[in-house]
């Protein structure tokens, strides 16, 4: 009696499976992250830099290649771990 149980139990799950597989039909549903506006926000946090262009130029790579700019004007890396793990090709950090 119980091999009947187990096997209608398996039955009906893996009917509820095969319908959820045809639902979806093997289409990723994933929302994609809406893009920042990387000018105005690097704008800000170059504000008070002493070289505001060389920071404009590192901090819109850095904000097009993350999608993130911690807020301020410095410091708050933590915030956007991508921006702040980003180094030049000779091991110093990129992103102001």
Do not use: W
Not at 19 to 40: R, S
Not at 61 to 72: D, H, I, L, M, S
Request: aromatic residues 6%.
């Amino acid at each position: 009696m119980a091999f009947n149980k187990t096997t209608l139990f398996l039955a009906i799950l893996c009917f509820l499976l095969i319908q959820e597989l045809e639902i979806y039909g093997g289409i990723h549903h994933t929302v994609e992250a809406q893009q920042i506006d990387c000018g105005g926000k690097c704008n800000y946090r170059c504000s008070k830099a002493s070289r505001p262009n060389r920071c404009l130029r590192a901090c819109n790579t850095c904000c097009e290649r993350c999608n993130c700019v911690p807020p301020g004007t410095s410091g708050n890396t933590e915030l956007c771990p991508c921006y702040a793990n980003m180094e030049t090709g000779d091991g110093k950090k990129k992103c102001p």
